[in-house]
């Protein structure tokens, strides 16, 4: 029996579904993926690809400003998912919660992220200094919150599942390997720091 991996998957989203399989194909020979899918849209994709999928039940939280309580259910669901398949990692794209549920399970998170959202384009300056720049299609017409507003809900949510305090923005997109999905010739960025990829 192969060691599992569970993919996190906004499955509502091609993109994020399509990088996955992708990724998901490239571990199959060794590993067994797994998806958790938080929509049904697009979820056929990944079972017509020969990949099993699971689903929370429908508690999922809002991308931006969740209500503490509900996300820490929804964290508790993902959690009994870990619990069942004993994944050996979780290979996130887009979610939030497995920020916190990997880690509170002890389960190593790889998250898969484009360079704008990682702390190391950030620290570069490319673009500008507000933290949450790359957040800006959440907030549309608006202006961004300060940091720590938009951290406040994550604050306490960690707070309640007894686990380190995100800071910065930079933390929640901090997984234990960070996948960069694109290229160092388009980025400019030719090396990456440890724990990215």
Request: aromatic content about 12%.
């Amino acid at each position: 029996m192969k060691p599992v991996i569970m993919f996190t998957v906004s499955s509502g989203n091609l993109g994020n579904t399509s990088t996955l399989l992708e990724i998901a194909r490239a571990c199959a020979a060794d590993f067994e993926p797994i998806f958790l899918c938080y929509s049904f849209r697009f979820s056929n994709l990944i079972s017509e690809a020969g990949f099993k999928t699971v689903f929370l039940p429908p508690i999922r939280v809002r991308p931006v400003n969740p209500s503490p309580q509900k996300f820490v259910r929804q964290i508790e669901a993902e959690m009994a998912l870990y619990e069942r398949y004993r994944p050996v990692a979780i290979v996130n794209k887009h979610e939030l919660g497995p920020v916190f549920s990997a880690r509170a399970a002890g389960i190593p998170l790889v998250w898969v992220l484009p360079y704008a959202w990682t702390r190391p384009c950030h620290e570069s300056g490319l673009l500008g200094d507000h933290p949450l720049t790359v957040a800006e299609h959440f907030y549309p017409g608006q202006p961004l919150p300060a940091e720590a507003e938009f951290l406040a809900p994550y604050q306490e949510t960690a707070r309640l599942l007894g686990l380190p305090i995100p800071t910065q923005f930079h933390d929640l997109f901090a997984g234990d390997l960070t996948i960069v999905t694109d290229l160092p010739e388009l980025t400019g960025q030719a090396a990456l720091p440890a724990g990215y990829t």
